[in-house]
Each structure stands twice: as C-alpha cells, then as structure tokens.
C-alpha cells in the first residue's frame, strides 16, 4: 500500500488507494452522522503558521469569503484581516464577516463601517442589546472560528483574530486546521448560516454566492483524509462534541494526549479520564499555567488530585496563555477545534470541530502536543497538596462555580 503524499508544511494529500483511512476508525464513526472526506489536511501551529494561511487564502479567494471569529480587534492583526477583506469585497467576491457581540465587544463603530463601505457584508452575533432579546440568550455566545474560501478551503480552530495570537514573542499557544475540499466546506457554510441567520446585520445583505463545482471528496468518493465536522447548534445537539470526546477516551487503548485551555470537565468526562489511566492507557493532559481567566484555572485545578491518583499525568504550559483545543487518542483520532473542556462550550456557547480519522495526521499532532509537553513544567500530587490552604479552599468554591465561569 502506497503512504500518503505529504506536502510542504505538514500537508497529507491522499494517496491513489485511499491510504490514509484506518481500519478502526472506518466503520460507524465516534458519532452518527454524515462522514466526509478531505482532500488535504494540514495542522496549523500557532499564529505563524495559521494566520498567513488565513490571509493568503482570503487575498486569494475568486468567488466567495466566509469568516466567522469570536474575538475580532481593531489591532494590527484585525487590520490586516479588515484590509484583505476590503479588497476581496473589492475585486467582486461575496464577502461575509460575522463576529461575537460579547468576544468583540469594544470593536469601533468605523472599523466596521470602513467594511461595509468596502462591500463586506457584516454581522454581530447577540450584541448586547438587554431591551431586544431576553436576558438568558445574551449568555449563548458563537465561539466558532470559521473561514470558508471558494466553497473548497476551510480553517477552524482556536485562533481568534488580534495581536495575542500573531507571530511574536509571548503570542498565544494555539492549534488550527485547514481543509481541502468541497464536501468538508458545504458542511463549514452550513454551521456558518446557522449563526448568519441568528446574527444582526450591520449592513445590507450580501450577494449570492455561485455554487462551487463539486468535487470527487462526498462521502462515499475514496481516498482523502476522512473525518466529521461536529457542531452543536440545535439544543438537542449540545452534547454531540463532549460525547465525541468521551466516547474516543473510553475506546483508547494505548495514548489520549490533551490540550485545553479552560479545564472544567464535566463528570463523565472527568470519569473516562481516569478509567482510562487505570486500564492502563497513557493520558496526559497538557493545561494553562497562566490564563486569561483565573476563576476558571482554579476551578480546573481542583479536579488535578482525583486525575493524579488515577495515573494521568498533568503538564501545565507557561510559555504563554495556552489557548489551544486539540486531543489525539491511539494514534487514531485527532481533535480540533474551538471547543474547551468546560460548561461554557458544553452547554452555551456555539462550536465546532472537526475529528479526523487519519493515523497520519494523529501523529503529527501527537508530535506536535508531546513537543509542547517537553516545555511544560509536570504537576504532581505534592505539588497540589503544597499550594496554600486558602489556595485549594478557592479551588473547591471555583469548582463548584464551574457552570457560571
């Protein structure tokens, strides 16, 4: 059997027979649901690898641009990505830019009216706004980190757009992914058309998009990367992307490596965590130790003793803020995506993320967070028990916080 190619920048193209598909991860898949296929995937390192793809891809685009974020700023990375938008608006590609009213609070009225006057089509999700929508859906945010190109180039991940994640000294450490293919992008559009027509326009609506050509990568064509997009936008849906997660905890037999940047798992992922140690699995879990929010690290830090007892072992990063959302479990699974181990993403916040199926591309990620763990400092049960007392009393008080963090 021929390998994969494999690409510049860590890119796996799919080779003649299809090499590249497990014969575990085959059959039904970690979840029900539509399975599809990539022609390339390509993991993205931090802003220096992830957001020049990003720019190059919008500079690039000949039909239609897609962009979904949390966080948006008026810096000098939100610029940058204001400008190549411009100019796609500008050259006649069908532009569409939707952001987080509560992540991008704070965005200058003209930064979004230079945009609109460009020709980008523009929307706010939720915007605070107490005395048009109920005060419960002002805390559903869309945490998503969506950009579609040409209906065949797709990136998610953890990256917001600003200066915390560009490339510099002291940047955010963050994961992101980039998709080839029609299939893998109908399946982006539709998550992003479901937070479009839940968003307010700040401007007149776009144009319609020409369809792109469809290409030999739908669910049953052969070879390519395999994978599922896992989001949770209908509220019957909001568990999809946590029972993804435990359910490849619960069926690894050798290695579960994790990276997440807000820790707050829910029991039965805490639970599956630990019956995993204990049959004997590898899990490692690699955590911030700096964050951007400290009731949530302390709260994460309370379930550390339980895991520690258990055999996992705990790497927390001090790099930088780690604010990557990835795991790779038996050299078989790989996550990416926006999604963290908390009640926010499990329960409120919209998400996405995409679980490849190729052995290939789990080992570069697992290259990749072991590579990370080596610049972490190891958390051990000694270590827990010294922290002052009136440190581990916040800790249990945060924990029992958790689904208000």
Not at 68 to 90: M, N, P, Q, S, V
Not at 258 to 268: G, I, R, T
Request: charge should be positive.
């Amino acid at each position: 059997m021929n390998a994969p190619e494999r690409e510049p920048g860590g890119r796996l193209r799919a080779g003649p027979d299809g090499a590249g598909q497990n014969a575990q991860a085959g059959g039904a898949g970690l979840l029900p649901g539509e399975r599809l296929r990539a022609s390339s995937a390509r993991l993205l390192i931090d802003g220096c690898e992830a957001l020049p793809a990003m720019l190059g891809a919008i500079r690039g685009a000949a039909a239609s641009v897609d962009l979904e974020t949390y966080i948006l700023r008026d810096d000098a990375t939100g610029r940058e990505f204001a400008a190549a938008l411009a100019d796609a608006a500008r050259r006649s590609v069908r532009v569409r830019l939707l952001f987080d009213g509560v992540g991008s609070l704070g965005l200058p009225d003209a930064f979004v009216a230079g945009l609109t006057a460009a020709g980008v089509s523009t929307a706010v999700f939720h915007p605070l706004r107490f005395l048009r929508r109920p005060l419960w859906l002002m805390n559903r945010r869309d945490h998503r980190k969506i950009l579609v190109v040409d209906g065949r180039r797709s990136f998610t991940g953890g990256l917001n757009l600003a200066d915390d994640y560009a490339c510099r000294v002291g940047a955010w450490r963050d994961t992101h992914v980039e998709l080839e293919g029609a299939a893998v992008a109908r399946a982006f559009t539709a998550a992003f058309e479901y937070a479009w027509a839940r968003a307010d326009l700040l401007g007149p609506r776009p144009a319609v998009a020409p369809p792109p050509e469809d290409g030999p990568d739908g669910p049953g064509a052969p070879g390519g990367v395999p994978l599922q997009i896992i989001t949770n936008q209908m509220f019957g849906q909001r568990r999809r992307i946590r029972n993804a997660y435990r359910r490849a905890i619960q069926r690894a037999r050798r290695c579960v490596l994790v990276e997440n940047a807000y820790f707050l798992p829910d029991p039965s992922i805490l639970k599956a965590l630990v019956q995993a140690a204990r049959r004997g699995v590898r899990v490692n879990l690699v955590l911030a130790a700096r964050s951007d929010v400290r009731l949530a690290q302390l709260a994460g830090r309370a379930t550390y003793p339980r895991l520690l007892r258990s055999g996992v072992r705990i790497f927390e990063w001090s790099q930088s803020v780690l604010h990557a959302k990835t795991m790779t479990v038996d050299d078989l699974w790989s996550f990416v995506g926006s999604y963290n181990l908390d009640h926010r993403s499990l329960m409120l916040n919209l998400e996405a993320v995409v679980l490849l199926e190729d052995p290939d591309f789990a080992r570069r990620l697992r290259a990749q967070t072991e590579t990370d763990i080596a610049r972490c400092r190891e958390v051990t049960l000694a270590d827990c028990r010294a922290r002052p007392w009136l440190e581990r009393a916040m800790q249990q008080l945060a924990y029992r916080l958790r689904s208000w963090l």
